[in-house]
């Protein structure tokens, strides 16, 4: 009974979005410019929402490393509920609800089934003994953790000078974080700040706040309430004004929330721990009574699905202003592309994330993938009578392939690099030498990208894992935009 409930909330969490993010995502949507990059981003999300809604499937394919946060009656016994919780966990990775995400750190080996050392996280809070138990599930994927930083004051930072042990410089140091994420964390982005405590207490804290409800404080009737809205506040209103955006190509919608919560610390420690949190914002609960010896699930109301109102936007074919590439395409046909162009792209293109990349420094591929385009992807891919098919396949970071990008392009002729986040100056002169150009997807759309892959045509390298493998498919009508181009020019800050 209780690794059926566990089950059934891992699901939820991976394929319904909490209602206060799909509506702040409308909001956001409705704020922003008409026709533009931004709108066209928050319009491709919410459309994404509804797909993975409609087809069960996996919001985003990165549903990072499965975070448990439960209250435990004082008195009973955390084991039973960790063994219901791990075999549920490998059920919805066996099922797709879970992208293979156990990586052994010294190896590189994936378990497979989302399992191993400290995978998942348990977080237990005993309360008191006629307390109901109450389980949380927090999924968040690896593009928004790697944003996610800690402050230790005074710093220097970069854009905002000196940060001393004050309002002031926390505030500094938040903006900062956002500064730097820029839309590598999948931006409009949910940010949780903990001002104290050690390192490990800080995260913590910062991370449990992101269970809170959109709109909701972390710091209600507590000593420091005033000060700390008022600072959640300016960081949001600060926000609007860096022109981040959605997927950071622009906009005015660059957090959907932000929350402050503060605890005591060493004289000699000043940490400021922030939490990112992508648009995906992914989480459920359920609960528990004890009776006749055994845990019974209480049900819960459930919540009708959001109608998104949606409008037959600008991705179509039809329209004149989007432009469209048949892989493999020529170094003229990337170089005729400038940044801020739409396109939809058709043919064969291949997957390939930090092994792969890796890999091809001292290896020839084995497939030659010359005139093509690389996907930085990780997809969820499930075996359905021996043929390959994708639930899930949105983009992750690209910049973490900036050491291998150029070269690779280099050595095996592709024309795109298709990913989310932009990448740097490195791999801007690889495209401007070799013609080549970045596509930005957007970033979490990966059931809407998933109904795009028409055919998984073959699979190299699976020994690196599902997320790490070579995937050869064929695409059709694949929305991106071109973000950095064959002649230096960037949209990435």
């Not at 879970?98 to 399992?115: C, E, F, M, W, Y």
């Not at 092994?355 to 030659?368: E, T």
């Amino acid at each position: 009974m209780m690794k059926e409930a566990i089950f059934n909330m891992i699901k939820k969490a991976s394929v319904n979005l909490p209602s206060d993010v799909t509506e702040a995502l409308m909001q956001a949507k409705n704020q922003e410019e008409k026709n533009s990059r931004s709108e066209l981003s928050l319009e491709t999300i919410l459309k994404n929402i509804q797909k993975a809604q409609n087809l069960n499937s996996p919001i985003c394919q990165d549903t990072g490393l499965p975070t448990f946060f439960i209250k435990i009656p004082e008195g009973q016994s955390q084991k039973t509920i960790k063994l219901a919780a791990t075999e549920a966990v490998k059920e919805a990775s066996e099922k797709g609800f879970l992208r293979p995400n156990a990586v052994d750190s010294i190896n590189g080996k994936n378990s497979g089934d989302n399992t191993g050392d400290y995978f998942p996280i348990f977080y237990f809070e005993e309360v008191s003994s006629d307390s109901n138990l109450e389980i949380q599930l927090l999924l968040k994927g690896g593009g928004s953790e790697n944003v996610s930083d800690q402050i230790s004051l005074p710093a220097q930072l970069k854009d905002y000078g000196n940060a001393g042990r004050n309002i002031e410089g926390v505030k500094k140091s938040i903006l900062q974080v956002v500064k730097n994420a820029q839309g590598k964390g999948c931006a409009p982005g949910i940010l949780s700040i903990h001002i104290g405590s050690d390192r490990a207490g800080g995260y913590y804290q910062a991370k449990k706040n992101l269970l809170l409800p959109i709109g909701l404080s972390a710091n209600i009737q507590t000593e420091h309430e005033e000060v700390l809205k008022k600072l959640e506040s300016e960081i949001l209103e600060e926000s609007k004004k860096m022109n981040i955006g959605p997927m950071g190509l622009g906009g005015k919608t660059t957090l959907l929330d932000c929350k402050i919560s503060t605890s005591h610390r060493l004289p000699a420690s000043f940490f400021v721990s922030v939490a990112y949190m992508c648009w995906a914002s992914r989480k459920s609960s359920c609960q528990f009574e004890y009776k006749n010896n055994d845990w019974k699930i209480i049900p819960q109301k459930k919540k009708g699905i959001i109608n998104i109102p949606l409008s037959k936007t600008s991705e179509t074919s039809e329209s004149t202003n989007i432009k469209k590439l048949n892989f493999p395409i020529s170094e003229e046909e990337a170089r005729s592309l400038k940044i801020g162009d739409t396109v939809l792209l058709s043919g064969v293109i291949y997957t390939g994330r930090d092994s792969l990349h890796a890999y091809a420094q001292d290896n020839n591929l084995s497939k030659n993938i010359s005139g093509s385009a690389i996907y930085h992807c990780g997809p969820v891919a499930i075996q359905e009578q021996e043929k390959w098919k994708f639930t899930a396949a949105g983009p992750t970071t690209s910049i973490r392939e900036e050491p291998y990008q150029a070269d690779f392009i280099k050595k095996t002729g592709i024309r795109a690099v298709i990913g989310k986040g932009g990448m740097g100056a490195k791999t801007l002169q690889g495209l401007k030498a070799s013609g080549a150009i970045y596509l930005h997807a957007i970033g979490g759309a990966a059931t809407y990208y998933a109904q795009s892959v028409k055919e998984v045509k073959s699979v190299e390298y699976l020994e690196f894992g599902i997320p790490e493998a070579m995937w050869e498919i064929e695409v059709k009508d694949f929305l991106a935009i071109v973000s950095m181009d064959s002649h230096g020019g960037s949209l990435h800050g």
